[in-house]
């Protein structure tokens, strides 16, 4: 439970504010985080822990992209494909890390590690193509710079899976 | 001339708290809170002209004067949201500058006494955020933040928000919304966020954009006549340009106002790569109206009032540009696209306008548009402009098109005509397919044409 594993950090986050009620983003990235990726009962611990209904806290973390509802991969590329990045040929660079890692758009890969989307601009427009790795900037990408982290992550995620 | 903001050009270690103090960092804040009264801090960035740089351009000395006195608890709320397409400016900032906005912010808070400030930054900036904080942190250490600011008895601590990926988070009221733990869509006004029951916890409330904000320390340290000195009369002092899309030199440019397209484009960025040639300009992102590259625009200077002239708008100044072989009704559907997915839903128009609008687009683009969908994305925009939504979003989403639409009108009858054309050779295909499957008598020519596709 998180009340109990992270009363310290929680403690943390309900102390910025007056309101219980506002500390709700911060714990869903706290749930996702713990779980990786908000199920209905890690909905329903957050909405306890900030005396909301259930309902409320699916709301907003439906309402919100950097929320998931659905189990994802590993690694959650977040490409923008956006118009200022599309100018700099972001929606090819997408397509192409698709075919790589042999996924349809939206998709996770067999192996369970990555999954891709595109999203909207995310302020680095000038370093397109860029995307988001579990929450990290990797800008001025090109396929093999996205091949090279690929397989950087593999073997992490692997080391990891040794240990 | 040295940067006012993006000091991290002249001075690379500047995010670090003591290479800031040791340039001069956080005297604005001392003198501020020494030798001025919250009232001459607001007379002198009234005086200095500076407008709000988030997007609407509202004189920020005039907002913190609406604030009543009286009320017991008031707040500073940092608008660090940042997702306007082509927009990357305030990221900088809070990168490479972060003690100048948290200065600024502190200036703004004595100026109207608040109880915090929040800092809402958006979700995506997750490492700057947590980085933010640590720097927050030194500045309390100094005594520059939290209790007892400077031994004046002031109270006021700085808080980091992260939102988690919702462009209407930008808008303030719904900012306001996201904060509190509220579905992040816009409020109904007035009451205003400065007015009681307007702002955060419905307390009277100042919501600024990071740039604003970090102009405020110079402006207190150097004076408002020298702030109103630098620009023109009525665009005062500097204002970052953001460059995107098909330039050489892509990035974030501090200019004073009143230069002209042409030199931010040329001169600063580059010109545009591969020797081609500029088309159209984007000046604010998606939201404003798009201009088309020609010599009377980019001769015009970059005010708030001379781009208005021109029937776009300043905006946040993100100047997204477009060579001469981008298809501007592809450029339109990507812009269409993202307002559809941002629209928070709460409005008929804008939820149900921007729906209809990404369904002409990909009509278009598949090479099944008509001239009734030319004529729908007249209509549409329409409908959801002049003052018929709750936020500005919806009025927003009509510009790309109706600004597309004026004036490269020509690119989308080119989709139609070849749309149309491909038509009448499909048609003709299947008239001489029915044709020979009629001969042959196997089908009845009604189910010919709907099942040979
Ligand atoms: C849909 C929408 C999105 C906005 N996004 C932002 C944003 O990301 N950052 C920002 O500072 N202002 C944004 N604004 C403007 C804010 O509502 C508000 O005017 C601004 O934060 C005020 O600060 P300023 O006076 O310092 O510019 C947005 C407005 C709308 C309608
Ligand atoms: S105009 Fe659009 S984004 Fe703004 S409140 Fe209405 S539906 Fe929401
Ligand atoms: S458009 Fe991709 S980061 Fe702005």
């Known amino acids: 439970m998180l009340a109990e594993k992270y009363a310290d950090r929680i403690e943390k986050i309900f102390s910025k504010y007056p309101d219980k009620r506002s500390a709700i983003m911060d714990l869903l990235y706290l749930a996702q985080e713990e779980y990786g990726w908000l199920s209905g009962d890690a909905l329903e611990e957050v909405a306890a822990l900030v005396d909301v209904d259930p309902t409320q806290a699916h709301s907003i973390a439906g309402f919100y992209t950097m929320y998931s509802e659905k189990p994802k991969g590993k690694y959650w590329f977040q490409v923008c494909t956006d118009l200022p990045c599309a100018l700099r040929g972001a929606d090819d660079f997408y397509q192409a890390l698709c075919e790589y890692l042999g996924v349809e758009d939206g998709g996770t890969t067999e192996d369970g590690l990555f999954t891709v989307e595109q999203v909207m601009c995310l302020a680095a427009c000038d370093r397109a193509p860029m995307m988001q790795c579990n929450f990290h900037y990797h800008e001025n990408l090109d396929l093999d710079k996205v091949k090279a982290l690929v397989e950087q992550l593999r073997q992490e995620a692997a080391a990891a899976q040794g240990e | 001339m040295e940067h006012i903001l993006l000091r991290d050009l002249d001075i690379p270690d500047i995010r670090n708290f003591d290479v800031y103090v040791a340039n001069g960092g956080y005297e604005g804040l001392k003198k501020a809170v020494r030798e001025h009264t919250p009232e001459e801090v607001i007379q002198i960035v009234l005086e200095s002209n500076l407008r709000g740089r988030g997007g609407a351009g509202f004189p920020t000395g005039r907002k913190w004067s609406f604030i009543p006195k009286d009320a017991p608890i008031k707040y500073v709320v940092v608008n660090a949201d940042e997702s306007e397409p082509g927009t990357f400016k305030d990221r900088q900032i809070l990168e490479k500058n972060p003690h100048q906005l948290i200065e600024g912010a502190m200036i703004a808070a004595y100026a109207i006494q608040a109880t915090a400030v929040y800092i809402y930054c958006r979700g995506e900036f997750w490492d700057l955020a947590h980085a933010l904080e640590e720097e927050i ?60 029951g307007g702002g955060l916890y419905y307390a009277p409330t100042v919501v600024n954009n990071v740039e604003t904000l970090a102009n405020v320390p110079w402006i207190i340290l150097n004076g408002a006549a020298a702030y109103k000195a630098i620009g023109t009369p009525e665009s005062s002092g500097v204002k970052i340009f953001c460059l995107s899309g098909h330039v050489a030199r892509p990035g974030n440019y501090e200019l004073p106002f009143g230069i002209t397209f042409r030199e931010l484009i040329f001169e600063h ?96 683009l598949r090479g099944e548009g008509t001239m009734r969908d030319l004529e729908l994305l007249k209509s549409i925009p329409r409908n959801m402009q002049g003052g018929v939504t709750l936020c500005a979003l919806g009025e927003f989403a009509a510009n790309p098109v109706l600004s597309t639409v004026q004036h490269f009108y020509a690119e989308y009858e080119e989709y139609v005509r070849h749309a149309e054309a491909t038509r009448e050779a499909r048609q003709a295909a299947e008239q001489m397919h029915d044709y020979t499957l009629g001969e042959a008598g196997e089908l009845p020519e009604a189910v010919g044409q709907g099942g040979v596709r």
């Open chain 2, 137 to 196: 942190e030194a500045a309390r250490q100094a005594n520059l933040v939290g209790d007892d600011v400077l031994g004046s008895g002031w109270n006021c601590p700085v808080y980091v928000h992260l939102g988690a990926g919702a462009y209407i988070c930008g808008e303030e009221s719904a900012l306001l919304n996201s904060l509190q733990g509220l579905l992040g869509q816009p409020r109904v006004r007035p009451p205003f966020p400065a007015q009681p």
């Open chain 2, 269 to 364: 960025g580059g010109g545009i790569p591969n020797g081609k040639k500029l088309k159209a300009i984007l000046p604010s992102g998606a939201s404003g109206p798009v201009l088309p590259a020609t010599g009377e625009v980019l001769d015009a200077p970059l005010t708030y009032e001379s781009v208005a002239a021109l029937g776009s708008t300043l905006g946040s100044a993100s100047f997204i540009l477009m060579d001469e072989d981008t298809d501007m009704v592809w450029a339109a559907a990507k812009m269409t696209h993202f307002f559809k997915h941002e629209s928070c839903g709460k409005c008929t128009p804008c939820r149900e306008g921007t729906y209809w609008l990404e369904r002409i687009y990909r009509r278009l």
